[in-house]
């Protein structure tokens, strides 16, 4: 049996040349980056070398990045404290339904304690329309979250037509944006998006587990989430992961010189499946317009997400109905969109990456025509 993944937006496999970087710091070079002897200097070298290649891919000076543990950290950080930061300017935060849970419970949790929350709802495309953002801002809002590319139907949204709604009103309002699904994926960089907070993560990008970074512009004052040492100047402590920091550092500097060329060779697999299905399963429905090519949000009316995930899984195929960490619930982002019942009921997110091969994104279509054909022929 073949095995064939395609949940690449959960989590994607480790390139063996970012495994080849990480491999010194896990053996020879395992000095604490904060010793003053050599071993140490060598690790404070590996850190100094990953941030510039952070940096780099997402065009900003390497004094901008700080490495946390992973997104979901980097969320946390910007929700929580940058609330906490501006809490005599105002109480008032926008975000929207569609947010990873990463940037939805600390806001919950600002909600319980106070803060007035403006939910936005994503459009029939997916979308954050600029126009609701726009009626949304205050002059008292002290935080936007609003992320670039959705987590389950790869729908982009126009962060940098937010940013410039903000500068125009020429409010002090900090705009983060949640861009673990965007990063090396889809063009962008600091500058293009005019975000304060921008939160990043390596496993996304065939980087390994337990590195993330937060790019935090200068000159917004941000306060410390973690407290203890002075490791990244100050600003998160904790000893540095630094085999995990140097895989990342590779991962982003090989997927953002190769960002263009994948993403072409991606979308030629998304056509592939998009067209294949078309024509050999005309009744699926097609979530959003399609805006990232890394991700196809589709739904096969009639089923249940849970039993053509199990049926594909006997086929050898590892493919998901939402947020990987939202363990099989039903997505509240399709029910954000306002899709009917079936719909939702049965979706898939089916999502690519550089190892994706048109042989398996064919053989993924071709189980996903056999396994629901072969579900209804059972119910009879
Ligand atoms: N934000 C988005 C949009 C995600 O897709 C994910 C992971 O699925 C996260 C945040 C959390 O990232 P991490 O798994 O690195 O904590």
């Given amino acids: 049996m073949r095995n064939v993944y395609v949940d690449n ?41 990953a941030r510039g290649q952070v940096a780099a891919a997402l065009g900003c000076t390497p004094d901008e990045i700080v490495f946390t543990s992973c997104g979901t950290e980097s969320d946390n950080w910007a929700v929580l404290c940058s609330a906490e930061a501006a809490q005599r300017q105002g109480k008032h935060i926008i975000t929207s339904s569609a947010e990873h849970d990463a940037v939805l419970s600390p806001v919950k ?13 994503p459009d029939a495309a997916g979308r954050v329309p600029v126009k609701d953002f726009t009626e949304a801002l205050r002059s008292d809002t002290i935080l936007a979250s609003i992320m670039l590319v959705n987590n389950e139907t790869g729908a982009v949204n126009p962060v940098n037509e937010y940013s410039a709604e903000i500068r125009k009103r020429k409010l002090k309002t900090i705009l983060h944006t949640d861009a673990v699904q965007g990063f090396c994926k889809i063009p962008f960089s600091v500058q293009s998006l005019g975000a304060d907070l921008i939160s990043v993560s390596a496993h ?53 010189s190769e960002a263009s060329s994948t993403a072409e060779e991606i979308r030629k697999l998304r056509d592939r499946i998009i067209e294949s299905l078309k024509r050999e399963l005309p009744e699926t429905v097609f979530i959003g317009e399609g805006d ?11 089923h249940r997400s849970e039993v053509l995930m199990s049926a594909l899984e006997g086929e050898g195929i590892c493919v998901a109905r939402s947020a990987a960490c939202k363990k099989g619930e039903r997505s509240r982002v399709l029910e954000a969109m306002r899709l009917s019942d079936s719909v939702i009921n049965g979706a898939l997110r089916v999502s690519l990456s550089r190892y994706n091969t048109s042989e ?21």
Avoid: C
């Fill in 9 to 49: 937006a959960a989590t994607t496999p480790v390139s063996q040349h970012v495994l080849d970087a990480m491999m010194p710091y896990l053996t020879d070079h395992y000095g604490n980056p904060s010793s003053i002897y050599r071993l140490g200097g060598v690790a404070r070298a590996g850190i100094v070398k």
């Fill in 109 to 121: 949790k600002l909600s319980t304690m106070g803060w007035e929350v403006t939910y936005l709802q």
């Fill in 204 to 256: 996304k990008i065939h980087g390994p587990k337990g590195a993330g970074a937060l790019y935090i512009r200068r000159g917004v004052k941000l306060p410390q989430m973690i407290y203890g040492g002075s490791q990244e100047s100050g600003r998160r402590a904790g000893t540095e992961a630094l085999p995990a920091i140097a895989g990342f550092g590779e991962a982003a500097s090989h997927a953002a």
């Fill in 292 to 302: 990232s090519p890394y991700i196809i949000s589709l739904s096969l009316p009639g």
């Fill in 360 to 380: 398996e994104a064919d053989y993924f279509a071709n189980a996903l025509v056999k396994t629901s054909s072969k579900i209804i022929r059972n119910r009879r």
